[in-house]
């Protein structure tokens, strides 16, 4: 049997708190999440808890920073083996929507939980949304220099607008637990609209 380190474990411990803190927040609400309830289903006790993290704002900002950061370095891989900015972003869509299915407790803790968290809207200073809209804003600049998108839109509008039309769809797939949609017909939709605006039109077809 493997002999771990003290740094191991105390990794492993903190791993399981925050795995454990993601699916109590999406199913109890941030509000009505309890230190107790975490400890519980880490395996931890209470005061465990706070030998790692202040209070229960910080958990929920850290569980948000290390969760997109591993969706960003996912993203950035599948994005890679891509060469048409238009494919990619294409794929971006669809990657973001696939994250509401796969991962559904960190989906819905980022689309509703941390919007409640007053701390986090009135102190959060990561870089991990600066990080999800840059990946959108790199296709968008190819896109420009390779003479596909249009170069008089300013990408720094551009990259929220197709991360807002994500962001609003993926909190309607949580909230909608009855009615079902078809994820990739979906993606395909809100690429078009967005891409629709994005190209350089042919100028035979003005």
Avoid: C, W
Avoid at 19 to 47: L, M, P, T
Avoid at 66 to 89: A, T
Avoid at 95 to 104: D, G, I, N, S, Y
Wanted: proline content about 1%; cysteine-free; charged content about 30%.
């Amino acid at each position: 049997m493997k002999n771990t380190t003290v740094a191991e474990r105390r990794a492993e411990k903190r791993d399981r708190i925050l795995q454990a803190a993601a699916r109590i927040f999406a199913s109890n609400g941030f509000y009505h999440a309890k230190i107790s309830q975490i400890a519980r289903a880490a395996g931890v006790a209470d005061g465990t808890i706070y030998l790692y993290f202040k209070n229960k704002d910080e958990i929920l900002i850290t569980v948000f920073e290390e969760s997109v950061g591993r969706i960003i370095q996912d993203f950035r891989e599948k994005l890679l083996l891509l060469d048409s900015p238009v494919k990619k972003l294409q794929k971006f869509a669809h990657l973001h929507l696939e994250m509401v299915e796969t991962q559904p407790d960190i989906a819905a803790m980022v689309q509703l939980e941390l919007r409640q968290s007053n701390k986090f809207i009135k102190e959060y200073a990561g870089t991990s949304i600066a990080d999800y809209l840059n990946l959108i804003n790199e296709i968008l600049e190819e896109g420009q220099e390779k003479n596909i998108f249009r170069k008089d839109i300013q990408l720094s509008i551009a990259k929220r607008v197709l991360f807002g039309a994500l962001d609003e769809f993926s909190t309607v797939l949580i909230l909608a637990k009855n009615k079902k949609f078809d994820l990739e017909e979906s993606a395909n939709q809100i690429a078009e609209i967005f891409l629709s605006g994005m190209k350089i039109k042919n100028n035979n077809l003005k």
